[in-house]
């Protein structure tokens, strides 16, 4: 099981904040350093200073680290076109070394849509989007050297496509694929995902989700252990009951958020980690940390918490 962080950079923060967060996760031992791609603050501030394009930011935190996982929790396909960011997700995996992971998935936030202009058609619509995505994107990084992808879609179409530039990764950086769909979703993950990953579920909503993509693996032929589990949630961790309460998400959180969190002392998230693995079987876990500022929580995390979960024959 590795441990990555989790970022909320359109409630505001720069560069400079996320590079210091992806410096320490790398100097204490987490796995990944992820961020969401959102452009408008849901929670109806301002976000200062603004947000930050998540594919920029990765490239640039390619530089500036060395070991650990870089990636999007998750990017909107309405928000590039499929060839352009397969040209944006590959160079980014070029600039870091093969460390990129992409999470993709339909888009659902109307408001930040209709902030900055970008078209927000029916669910249906962006699934079938979505769909075609996934299979561009997989067919360009298959394409082997000095041959030529062509695509022919209801919503895209790609004609003598040279396939370049070529990921480090082959055939192509991970592709997470994510959320509560009963259907389409599942089916999605059997037939392009690396990672299925949930956020803010309940243990008993993910048990049974990850069981409707093990049969939509079964039914795509693939072995459903061939898919790892991943599970999102907020971290309010503390030594003490103030440290927590000040940590904790407000009251005007969603609730699948705020009852969902790994929220309490080490010892506390330690045992409700463990009430996870036990009953899901995750691979992964990715901790939403709200406040960048607030390094010392990312610290305590690993110092207090990754040990005893190595020591209870979890690897951390």
């Known amino acids: 099981m590795d441990f990555r962080i989790f970022t909320e950079p359109e409630l505001g923060a720069g560069y400079s904040e996320l590079l210091r967060v992806a410096r320490l996760a790398e100097e204490t031992g987490f796995e990944g350093f992820f961020r969401s791609d959102h452009v408008l603050a849901m929670d ?3 976000g200062l200073p603004g947000p930050t394009d998540a594919w920029t ?3 640039a935190l390619g530089r500036e680290t060395t070991r650990i996982r870089l990636g999007t929790l998750v990017t909107a396909a309405t928000f590039r076109l499929p060839g352009m960011l397969a040209i944006t997700v590959a160079q980014a995996d070029e600039m870091c070394g093969g460390r990129i992971e992409l999470g993709l998935g339909a888009g659902w936030f109307a408001a930040e849509h209709a902030a900055y202009g970008i078209p927000f058609p029916s669910v249906h619509e962006r699934f079938d989007r979505f769909t075609e995505q996934l299979e561009i994107l997989s067919g360009l990084w298959a394409t082997p050297p000095g041959a030529r992808f062509s695509y022919a879609g209801t919503h895209y179409t790609l004609t003598d496509c040279p396939a370049l530039p070529r990921p480090v990764q082959q055939p192509g950086p991970p592709v997470i694929i994510g959320g509560y769909g009963p259907r389409r979703t599942p089916a999605l993950a059997a037939r392009f995902a690396a990672e299925f990953n949930l956020t803010f579920a309940s243990i008993d909503t993910a048990v049974e989700q990850f069981e409707r993509v093990d049969a939509a693996c079964r039914s795509a032929g693939r072995e459903p252990a061939n898919l790892p589990r991943s599970i999102g949630q907020t971290l309010a961790l503390g030594r003490t ?3 927590i309460a000040e940590r904790a998400l407000p009251a005007a959180a969603p609730e699948n958020m705020r009852t969902n969190a790994l929220a309490g002392s080490p010892a506390q998230v330690v045992d409700a980690i463990g ?9 992964r876990l990715y901790l939403q ?3 960048l500022a607030d390094l010392g929580h990312i610290e305590l995390f690993a110092a207090e918490v990754m040990p005893q979960l190595a020591a209870e024959g979890t690897p951390g």
Do not use: C, F
């Open 289 to 291: 940390i709200l406040d």
């Open 57 to 59: 930011t990765l490239s």
């Open 241 to 243: 009951d103030a440290e």
């Open 275 to 283: 009430r996870w693995r036990e009953r899901t079987g995750i691979d």
């Open 44 to 46: 109806g501030s301002e």
